[in-house]
């Protein structure tokens, strides 16, 4: 009611704030629908193209292996963007300050890591998943142990970001969020199911760069709408603290660990964050996997983190700004936080450019959710159901067996995202999920590239106690997420090293140098 009230009260102060669309609700506007609908039509279709050059698992799960490294790189982008990102960031920036791109600089260190210590290995003989490569240090048993890891992580985290789609659906078709999630898993669902990993990655180029214009363009927009522009913009936000980035301070454990975005939680958990999902993540060593050589897959993963860099400096913008509109304008903004961008574009942008950002979030989320489809099908197939196998099959029926299983996930994501209605921050519940279990994984993983002593059962004692660890964290402490890789890699690590030294144990495959 009072929100009501304070509605009325800022209308009229609205209008004198060069701001005319907060004076109504805008009707529905057909030619931005026209705009949406081709695009999600011709997307569709562009994916299903990649049809005919899918007849073996190899071309279904990696594409042939013959992807260019830009084309992987901005795959990767969208891979590590969904519509988390797009609607997610501008509100931390609106309630905050650029503290978040702490975060993204550890994104850097990780990829390095990465290429370091991870990369070389995944590139010696022919996988297909990351968790291949734990089969050969440890054993069939700690594969299945990650791979399961990983379909938990990945099906939660991505019902989450599905969620998020049914946020933007609902603000422009009015469709009610069930009905919104439906309609975009269905889309996805045919063209992964068609193209595989093929499909996958040229559908992610072509979107990335599409909701990267559409922000671009909503920035301009948006700026055009107040007063002064950029000076003004710039004098009110900096006032504000919306720009700062760097926080240094240091103080008792107990604040130091609760504070999400400090420098030292960035630069440490966001190493850590990264390091877990692209280095030991299929859906994202997935797409290292595909590139043509190990340097292609490695001047891949560092070329986007420039693109990260940019896109995640230009949502925070888009934040700071809408901050500045809404002040001068003294309208109280949309709630929950992550409805501030979207519902703005749809009711404040004018006709047809409306409908092209709203495109590009959509873009975004399709690109995330073809990613997790194709990747969560390659792990249940090559890391449980081939290997279980007991007779002999043809490439024919693998492929079609996996496109079943593809079926099934595109299900069990749309049931999560519907019991996943009602979170408060998409975008920071999304990573609390992922960071849970990142941590156990991680710490297995560097196990087995680190060390020689650990073995199989050591490394899963480690696995269990880093994920009962981090369970306890999350859910008894108000320690901050950027800090539960961190803290799970190195309980998971420590602890396989005091059971390895315990219990005695044959090597049961190559040890690592």
């Given amino acids: 009611m009072l929100q009501q009230i304070d509605v009325k009260i800022a ?6 704030f060069r701001s005319t669309p907060l004076c109504y609700n805008p009707p529905l506007r057909y030619f931005d629908l026209a705009v949406i609908v081709v695009y999600l039509i011709g997307i569709t279709l562009f994916g299903a193209r990649f049809r005919h050059s899918q007849k073996t698992l190899k071309d279904y ?3 042939g292996r013959d992807t260019p490294w830009w084309a992987i790189a901005f795959s990767i982008v969208s891979a590590e963007t969904s519509t988390l990102t797009v609607i997610g960031t501008p509100a931390l920036a609106f309630y905050g300050n650029f503290g978040f791109l702490q975060v993204v600089f550890g994104y850097l260190l990780a990829r390095v890591v990465i290429t370091v210590l991870l990369l070389p290995h995944y590139y010696r003989g022919e996988m297909y998943t990351a968790y291949e490569l734990m089969q050969r240090r440890f054993g069939w048993r700690i594969r299945r142990l990650t791979a399961g890891a990983f379909l938990v992580l990945r099906a939660l985290a991505e019902g989450v970001r599905v969620f998020a789609i049914s946020i933007v659906i609902s603000i ?6 069930t009905a919104s999630i439906l309609l975009i898993v269905c889309l996805t669902l045919f063209y992964t199911f068609e193209g595989g990993m093929t499909a996958v990655i040229w559908t992610d180029v072509v979107q990335m760069f599409l909701y990267i214009a559409g922000a671009i363009l909503s920035l301009f927009v948006i700026l055009d709408k107040i007063p002064g ?7 009110t936000a900096s006032a504000a603290g919306k720009f700062q980035l760097f926080d240094f301070r240091l103080a008792a454990p ?12 960035g630069i440490i958990g966001g190493c850590f964050l990264t390091t877990a999902s692209h280095g030991t993540e299929q859906l994202m060593v997935q797409r290292l996997l595909a590139a043509r050589s190990q340097a292609e897959g490695r001047t891949a993963l560092l070329a986007s983190w420039v693109v990260i860099f940019f896109q995640f400096s230009l949502f925070l913008l888009i934040g700071a700004i809408l901050f500045v509109y809404y002040q001068g304008a003294q309208l109280p903004p949309p709630s929950p936080a992550d409805r501030i961008y979207p519902d703005f574009i749809w009711k404040h942008l004018p006709t047809g450019v409306a409908g092209l950002v709203i495109a590009a979030i959509l873009a975004a989320a399709m690109s995330n959710l073809s990613a997790a489809l194709n990747s969560l099908a390659s792990t249940t197939v090559m890391d449980f159901l081939k290997p279980a196998a007991k007779s ?3 490439d024919a029926s693998w492929l079609a067996l996996a496109r079943r299983v593809t079926i099934v996930w595109g299900g069990i994501l749309f049931a999560i995202a519907v019991l996943a209605q009602g979170v408060k921050s998409v975008l920071e519940a999304g990573l609390a999920i992922a960071s849970v279990v990142y941590g156990a994984l991680l710490g297995t993983f560097l196990l087995g590239v680190l060390t020689r002593r650990v073995q199989e059962k050591a490394a899963m004692a480690g696995m269990v106690a880093g994920l009962l660890t981090m369970l306890y964290v999350r859910l008894g402490t108000s320690i901050a997420w950027t800090w539960y890789v ?6 998971t690590f420590l602890t396989a090293l005091l059971v390895s030294w315990l219990i005695k144990e044959e090597p049961v ?3 690592s140098s």
Avoid: N, Q
């Fill in 61 to 63: 799960f990696l594409g």
């Fill in 254 to 265: 107990a604040e130091f660990f609760s504070r999400t975005y400090s420098f030292w939680a």
């Fill in 392 to 394: 002999d099959r043809s």
């Fill in 172 to 177: 422009v078709l009015g469709t009610g969020e």
């Fill in 229 to 235: 522009g950029w000076p003004h913009v710039w004098e």
């Fill in 486 to 491: 961190g803290i799970g890699t190195t309980v």
């Fill in 509 to 511: 495959g190559p040890t």
């Fill in 11 to 16: 209308i009229p102060l609205a209008c004198r």
